[in-house]
């Protein structure tokens, strides 16, 4: 990764510079990868030209009623040259249920008390979502609360997941698409995306509602 982005490209082409001990050697004009008929002849193009953009995966937050599942939007973007946009083109992203890291549960949502519903989650067009399940109540308490979700893209740790609703926590997976990391704290572009679910809590009023209408 850059230490910035770049791009995008719309025709990147890459080439290597054989060296062989016994002395054996390409043509020089074999070696012209821009081919720009100036200069020393450098590289020997490997494949076809092809698109190449700088991208991140993003996530959005997420909150609800204990009741009801929550959906949790996902989208794949790409730096434009100005800003990063979604990028339409992706329609091979996958995520597995076990590369998502549940961590960070707040009051009295607890581990497992909800879980990712699907077992893979693929883009389509550059987005999809993914819907954790309805946190429901324990002993007849609503379990109201938050839990951060965080696609583990480069390698894991002690992250931890959960494979169903009720089940018990698993240690998570790297998805290994460590080229969609962000730099989501002002550091390196190194560091996983993430979101936080709510249940149950709505924020303060009466700034935020659920339902408003005024009557005159």
Same mark, same amino acid.
Not at 45 to 51: E, K, N
Not at 198 to 209: A, C, D, M, R, V
């Given at each position: 990764?850059?230490?910035?982005?770049?791009?995008?490209?719309?025709?990147?082409?890459?080439?290597?510079?054989?060296?062989?001990?016994?002395?054996?050697?390409?043509?020089?004009?074999? @070696?012209?990868?821009?081919?720009?008929?100036?200069?020393?002849?450098?590289?020997?193009?490997?494949?076809?030209?092809?698109?190449?953009?700088?991208?991140?995966?993003?996530?959005?937050? /997420?909150?609800?009623?204990?009741?009801?599942? @929550?959906?949790?939007?996902?989208?794949?973007?790409?730096?434009?040259?100005?800003?990063?946009?979604?990028?339409?083109?992706?329609?091979?992203?996958?995520?597995?249920?076990?590369?998502?890291?549940?961590?960070?549960?707040? @009051?009295?949502?607890?581990?497992?008390?909800?879980?990712?519903?699907?077992?893979?989650?693929?883009?389509?067009?550059?987005?999809?979502?993914?819907?954790? /399940?309805?946190?429901?109540?324990?002993?007849?308490?609503?379990?109201?609360?938050?839990?951060?979700?965080?696609?583990? @893209?480069?390698?894991?740790?002690?992250?931890?997941?959960?494979?169903?609703?009720?089940?018990?926590?698993?240690?998570?997976?790297?998805?290994?698409?460590?080229?969609?990391?962000?730099?989501?704290?002002?550091?390196?572009?190194?560091?996983?995306?993430?979101?936080?679910?709510?249940?149950?809590?709505?924020?303060?009023?009466?700034?935020?509602?659920?339902?408003?209408?005024?009557?005159?």
């Amino acid at each position: 990764r850059n230490a910035s982005p770049d791009g995008p490209y719309g025709a990147l082409r890459l080439g290597i510079a054989p060296s062989d001990p016994d002395g054996v050697a390409l043509r020089s004009a074999d @070696l012209n990868l821009d081919a720009d008929n100036s200069g020393t002849p450098e590289r020997v193009q490997v494949g076809a030209a092809t698109a190449v953009r700088f991208g991140r995966l993003r996530l959005g937050n /997420a909150y609800g009623p204990v009741t009801q599942g @929550l959906q949790i939007p996902l989208e794949t973007q790409y730096w434009n040259g100005s800003g990063f946009a979604r990028n339409a083109d992706d329609s091979c992203t996958t995520l597995d249920r076990a590369h998502i890291a549940l961590s960070a549960y707040t @009051l009295s949502l607890n581990a497992c008390e909800t879980a990712v519903n699907e077992a893979s989650i693929a883009l389509s067009g550059g987005q999809a979502s993914l819907t954790l /399940a309805a946190a429901g109540a324990t002993a007849g308490t609503d379990n109201v609360g938050t839990v951060l979700l965080t696609p583990l @893209l480069g390698a894991a740790g002690a992250e931890m997941y959960c494979p169903s609703k009720g089940g018990t926590e698993t240690g998570a997976s790297s998805a290994g698409r460590a080229y969609l990391q962000g730099r989501w704290t002002g550091a390196a572009w190194n560091e996983n995306p993430s979101a936080r679910a709510t249940f149950g809590l709505y924020g303060s009023q009466p700034k935020n509602f659920i339902f408003f209408r005024e009557n005159y």
